[in-house]
């Protein structure tokens, strides 16, 4: 399917999960009645909780997500591809995974992925996160072939790691994501290059729902959930930090026309690096 509609869901989400999970199928639904296809939610959309021991507690043990089970029920009955931007998913080993779901029309879990990139900063006006000290690492990026197009996983602070992009365009990937729960510091300075940059260079759309807002446990976070063409336009944006979505076209065709156009993946070269030292003066 060259052409198919995708939305971006913007959450705010809070601490308890049942009343996120009715937050966003609200929002889901209404982007599905306006012909999405395909419907984004941002990271961490069942819960955010910045204190460890309360996210633990929060978190089911032994069953699935409750936001989870909702979600294939919605996905099933909408006949939508659902993906989860990414859940808190308590492990065995003692720490969370970060963890995104694509889930098909027929409700099942399509492809999953564990985000890699740990924020873990000292931010210049005193915020500072290490999400190392709950989060477990994701080892392996992930692409799904879709009858849509074939997209690209990742979440929030991978967007500053291009090589992910880069393998997953190489893969064929014409769509790639970054859902996330940026910061509000960081996003009013980083957002829109960011993901204008990671379209434009490898040529492919970039689809990211973004949190927005004062949340519950304090955070704030960017909001300005964003599509942006493989040509590096902005086609769609809510433009603020309050829960809501938006829609855009996609024409996967334009992935192929803008890689013709610069074949910076085809002209993509290896190289070695070497040191050079500045030559001392030689004595007169």
């Known amino acids: 399917m060259p052409t198919f509609m995708a939305a971006c869901v913007q959450l705010r989400s809070g601490k308890t999960i049942l009343e ?103 931010l210049p006006n005193g915020e500072s996160w290490r999400e190392s000290a709950t989060y477990e690492p994701g080892t392996r990026s992930v692409v799904a072939d879709l009858p849509l197009a074939k997209f690209g996983m990742a979440i929030c602070y991978d967007v500053r790691f291009p090589a ?27 957002w829109h290059v960011l993901q204008r940059a990671r379209a434009i260079e490898n040529g492919a759309y970039m689809i990211s729902a973004a949190q927005g807002g004062t949340h519950e446990d304090g955070r704030e976070t960017y909001g300005h959930s964003l599509i942006v063409d493989p040509w590096g336009m902005a086609i769609a944006e809510l433009a603020n930090d309050e829960p809501g979505y938006v829609l855009a076209e996609i024409d996967t065709e334009n992935a192929a026309k803008a890689r013709a156009r610069i074949p910076a993946i085809a002209n993509e070269r290896g190289f070695e690096l070497s040191h050079a030292e500045a030559l001392k003066e030689m004595p007169a």
């Open 20 to 122: 996120n999970a009715e937050n966003a199928e609200a929002l889901i639904r209404a982007a599905a009645a306006e012909g999405a296809d395909y419907v984004q939610t941002p990271e961490m959309s069942n819960v955010l909780v910045r204190s460890r021991e309360e996210l633990f507690e929060r978190l089911p043990q032994g069953q699935e997500d409750l936001f989870l089970t909702r979600a294939k029920s919605l996905s099933a009955e909408l006949g939508i591809y659902l993906h989860l931007g990414s859940l808190a998913v308590l492990l065995e080993n003692g720490k969370v995974a970060n963890r995104a779901f694509l889930i098909g029309p027929g409700g099942k879990v399509i492809a999953s992925y564990d985000k890699i990139h740990m924020f873990d900063v000292d």
């Open 164 to 190: 992910i992009f880069r393998t997953q365009s190489r893969d064929g990937a014409q769509v790639l994501t970054g859902p996330a729960a940026f910061t509000r510091q960081t996003g009013k300075a980083h």
